[in-house]
T-cell receptor, first 112, second 113 residues
Framework: QKEVEQNSGPLSVPEGAIASLNCTYSDRGSQSFFWYRQYSGKSPELIMFIYSNGDKEDGRFTAQLNKASQYVSLLIRDSQPSDSATYLCAVNMRNAGNMLTFGGGTRLMVKP | KAGVTQTPRYLIKTRGQQVTLSCSPISGHRSVSWYQQTPGQGLQFLFEYFSETQRNKGNFPGRFSGRQFSNSRSEMNVSTLELGDSALYLC????????????FGPGTRLTVT
């Protein structure tokens, strides 16, 4: 079992729809969770981070964390073609300093 | 504020050579982490430096090493290059160590022939 798992996709949604990206992790002691967006040929860009159970909203993005289920998700409302990218879930596990463990990423395609 | 900068952006090296990559973090950030990204293995942690000390190390051979200077700039070195070292090398900076947001630089694309 991988430490951080994501569906590789591609996840295809129509423009204006809600895109839902999911991530599960294995270390129950993990403390912080990050979502990065990576366009082809570019470096990852931090878009959301969450530390506590529940929802955190920032513009069109909502991160959801459920530590009991070891599950973190990212919702993108009103999806735009410019949101088409690979979304990487990263987990900072306990006693790991700043070491992030990444999932393999989910490729999102938003169709006009 | 300027972002994370990495030099050089592209490198082509021959098997057996060594290479040094440089990273300048965001001003005020004291932690620099290095990652390797390949199509097969994804993003993997190499090591983290904070206040000139290595704090964590990933599961990479000793050919991969790094250091951090008093101004928080960091370098990583790969000796005796192998074909499998071809990858995008990314550095990420953050204010502190453990549970802080990390911001990535543009990366150095290393090709080993």
């Amino acid at each position: 079992q991988k430490e951080v798992e994501q569906n590789s996709g591609p996840l295809s949604v129509p423009e204006g729809a809600i895109a839902s990206l999911n991530c599960t992790y294995s270390d129950r002691g993990s403390q912080s969770f990050f979502w990065y967006r990576q366009y082809s040929g570019k470096s990852p860009e931090l878009i959301m981070f969450i530390y506590s159970n529940g929802d955190k909203e920032d513009g069109r993005f909502t991160a959801q964390l459920n530590k009991a289920s070891q599950y973190v998700s990212l919702l993108i409302r009103d999806s735009q073609p410019s949101d088409s990218a690979t979304y990487l879930c990263a987990v900072n596990m306990r006693n790991a300093g700043n070491m992030l463990t990444f999932g393999g990423g989910t490729r999102l395609m938003v169709k006009p | 504020k300027a972002g994370v900068t990495q030099t050089p952006r592209y490198l082509i090296k021959t098997r057996g050579q060594q290479v040094t990559l440089s990273c300048s973090p965001i001003s005020g950030h004291r932690s620099v982490s290095w990652y390797q990204q390949t199509p097969g293995q994804g993003l993997q942690f190499l090591f983290e430096y904070f206040s000139e000390t290595q704090r964590n190390k990933g599961n990479f051979p000793g050919r991969f090493s790094g250091r951090q200077f008093s101004n928080s700039r960091s370098e990583m070195n790969v000796s005796t290059l192998e074909l499998g070292d071809s990858a995008l090398y990314l550095c990420a900076s953050s204010v502190g160590t453990a549970n802080y947001e990390q911001y990535f630089g543009p990366g150095t694309r290393l090709t080993v022939t």
